[in-house]
């Protein structure tokens, strides 16, 4: 009788979370459809918009720039590495570049901006709804949605792609900081190889629409847990949580995704 | 609706869910020109009725009338447009924090309007004076005590000459000057303003000073309601507790529990 009582009750609590996450998921789908509804404002007042772009994008630039300079000095070291084993080291200006603007430049910057700029977003509407300030421009006939949300959401989706093309163009000097003038790469064959090989719509643009998507997808997860989050310090902690947890995980599958299609018969 | 009430409110019940009745067969007239009170303990429904009035929630059955317009039928931009005429204080004032004084009390002036920017300043700076806080309009929020954040929030519920100005525990957690200051303030504006006030508190001595009607709510129903004068002279139990700040009567001190004794000899269970 135990038994049947705790297999009652266990599947009473998975039912609830499997509601719970559809609804839940239902709720994001309406939500991202009404900021798309009321994104007017976001575009004809350009400068709410612009004002975001600040805060998202130009602060995020300095973590940006930085964790490129590195990922690409160590791309270099590596890449070096096994490059020389087979007599081939003059190809590492094009392991550098097509390991960052096909993967790591959309990939790890979007990582990065879910962390740096997603986590504010959330956090910033959340502690918003928390004190009041949402229902507050509500009551004053304003659309929170139209004036709050979309302006922020689409700061992030432009800022996205621009700050990924900015870390793979940091990784690119990075990896020709160690690689040539540390370790000492023929510089011509460096840049000739790489600016032969990197193809700007197999490898360029298909980064961008990556990077394009994952910003997408990070800030409608940003704005949605902060306007979903419950109203006490409790709810605007776990909602800043679960931005960074979800985006990472969405940016991962998604990238997947993306690669499996893009690549899909190359080579 | 009868001309002389700016907002009524008729047989509304109002429930979260079917277990979470929060108001019962509530009826209410809140004539135009008046400040009116609503009072009752924590928890009571005071704010949800308030949010009625607002239109940010619907009610289960019955219905509340604002200028003649039934507000949970209204559409988004007949209840926006609504709204425009409606200036509402919450309780621990909502200012936008990342915006100025001057921008909180011009918000709403840049988003509704198309006022030249010196006009705009010249509005907000009369509103700050209104309050007394005209010297503090390059301040951010962050920056008041909670009597002046009350006060800019006040001024920027005025901001569009509102007909109907909503209080949200006005006087809560403030000290006696500020009480008094945000007590008069109440009055004068809304005598200035022609409009029409209502006041959701439970701070009973202050309130008294300035309304004209006072309705008292528990447990989601309307228990009494009279002027501030019958309201003191008032024998009813629950209006005597309250007015006189007793621990026990019709609103007992203990919360529902089991019989005390057999609770104590419970074996250490909790």
């Known amino acids: ?267 | 609706m009868t001309s002389a009430n700016l907002v009524e409110i008729d047989n509304v019940n109002f429930a979260y869910d079917s277990q979470r009745t929060i108001l019962r067969g509530i009826n209410m007239t809140i004539p135009q020109g008046k400040v009116v009170a609503i009072m009752g303990g924590s928890g009571c429904g005071k704010t949800t009725l308030l949010r009625l009035i607002g239109g940010q929630i619907k009610p289960t059955s019955g219905a509340v009338r604002v200028a003649g317009q039934t507000v949970h039928e209204l559409k988004e931009d007949g209840l926006y447009a609504l709204r425009r005429k409606m200036g509402m204080l919450f309780q621990f004032g909502a200012l936008f924090t990342d915006m100025s004084v001057f921008d909180n009390v011009a918000f709403q002036m840049r988003e509704h309007t198309d006022l030249p920017e010196e006009m705009i300043r010249d509005l907000v700076l009369m509103k700050l004076h209104a309050v007394g806080l005209r010297g503090a309009h390059r301040l951010m929020p962050s920056e008041l005590s909670g009597g002046m954040a009350r006060r800019v929030a006040l001024a920027r519920a005025i901001a569009l000459d509102p007909m109907l100005i909503m209080y949200d525990e006005p006087f809560a957690g403030l000290d006696p000057i500020s009480l008094g200051v945000i007590g008069q303030l109440i009055r004068t504006l809304n005598d200035a303003l022609g409009a029409t006030s209502i006041l959701v508190t439970h701070d009973i001595m202050e309130s008294l000073k300035i309304v004209d009607y006072v309705y008292f709510v528990s447990e989601g129903v309307i228990v009494a309601e009279g002027t501030a004068d019958e309201i003191r002279a008032s024998k009813m139990p629950f209006v005597h507790q309250f007015v006189n700040g007793e621990p026990d009567g019709p609103v007992p001190f203990q919360y529902p529990a089991p019989d005390y004794a057999t609770d104590l000899q419970g074996n250490g269970r909790a």
């Open chain 1, 1 to 267: 009788m135990a038994v049947l009582d705790t297999l009652t009750s266990g599947l009473r609590t998975l039912g609830h979370k499997v509601i719970e996450g559809v609804w839940r998921i239902g709720f994001a789908a309406r939500f991202f459809f009404a900021v798309l509804m009321y994104s007017g404002t976001a575009f004809r007042r350009f400068n709410l918009t612009i004002r975001e772009i600040y805060f998202t994008g130009v602060l995020s630039l300095i973590i940006i720039l930085i964790s490129g300079l590195f990922v690409g000095m160590v791309l270099g070291l590596q890449g070096y590495d096994t490059l020389q084993r087979y007599g081939s080291s003059e190809a590492l200006g094009v392991l550098v570049a097509l390991s960052l603007v096909r993967e790591l430049g959309p990939v790890i910057s979007a990582l990065l901006f879910a962390s740096r700029a997603g986590s504010a977003i959330t956090a910033e509407i959340g502690l918003m709804k928390t004190t009041e300030q949402l229902s507050a421009m509500e009551m004053m006939a304003v659309n929170p949605i139209a004036r709050v949300v979309a302006p922020r959401f689409w700061a992030g989706v432009m800022s996205m792609p621009l700050l990924a093309a900015m870390f793979s163009a940091m990784g690119v000097i990075g990896g020709y900081l160690v690689g040539v003038k540390l370790i000492g790469v023929d510089e011509g064959a460096f840049w000739s190889q790489m600016q032969s090989s990197v193809d700007v719509r197999l490898d360029i643009v298909n980064g961008v629409i990556k990077s394009f998507v994952f910003g997408i997808a990070v800030t409608l997860i940003s704005v949605f847990e902060g306007y979903d989050a419950d109203p006490t310090a409790e709810g605007v902690s776990g909602a800043t949580t679960r931005t960074v947890v979800t985006s990472s995980l969405a940016i991962l599958a998604l990238d997947f995704i993306l690669t499996a299609f893009m690549f899909r018969g190359v080579g």
